[in-house]
């Protein structure tokens, strides 16, 4: 498996693992809990389903940054807020007004800026790290 191929895995885990997590958590936190008092009126097994989900989200998210600085893995992450939006409207039937849409078309912009100045020269050289 090529190393982009590699690469672009972890993003679009990383990034379902956070959708999914998202959807459970809100769908979680519209039930009751285990409990009369906090914590445990929060939890149920939805949220239990979601904080498993962040946990892998945040693994994938690890070896990630194992492949590509930070600057970049944070910036190509930020595609989890627009699929979080999209998967609200589709699985939860939460509204998406026009100037929400607006904003997801200039965030989705703004990714595909960043992806493309990734595979370009860069002017800066990246710091070797060594082991000593």
């Known amino acids: 498996m090529g190393r982009h191929l590699i690469t672009t895995s972890l993003i ?9 997590g998202n959807l459970a958590l809100k ?5 009751r809990g285990i409990g009369s008092t906090w914590p445990l009126s929060i939890v149920n097994g939805y949220v239990a389903f979601a904080a498993t989900a962040f946990v892998f989200a945040f693994l994938f998210y690890a070896m990630l940054l194992k492949r590509l600085p930070l600057n970049l893995a944070q910036a ?4 989890q807020f627009v699929l979080v939006i999209l998967a609200a409207g589709l699985m939860l039937d939460e509204s998406i007004g026009r100037l929400r849409w607006v904003g997801i078309t200039l965030m989705a912009i703004g990714l595909l800026i960043v992806g493309v100045s990734a595979s370009g020269p860069s002017r800066e050289t990246p710091p070797v790290l060594t082991s000593e």
Request: hydrophobic share 55%; net charge neutral; with cysteine.
């Open 76 to 79: 190509i992450m930020s595609l």
């Open 27 to 31: 769908m979680g936190a519209d039930r």
């Open 12 to 20: 679009l885990v990383s990034a379902s693992c956070t959708v999914v």
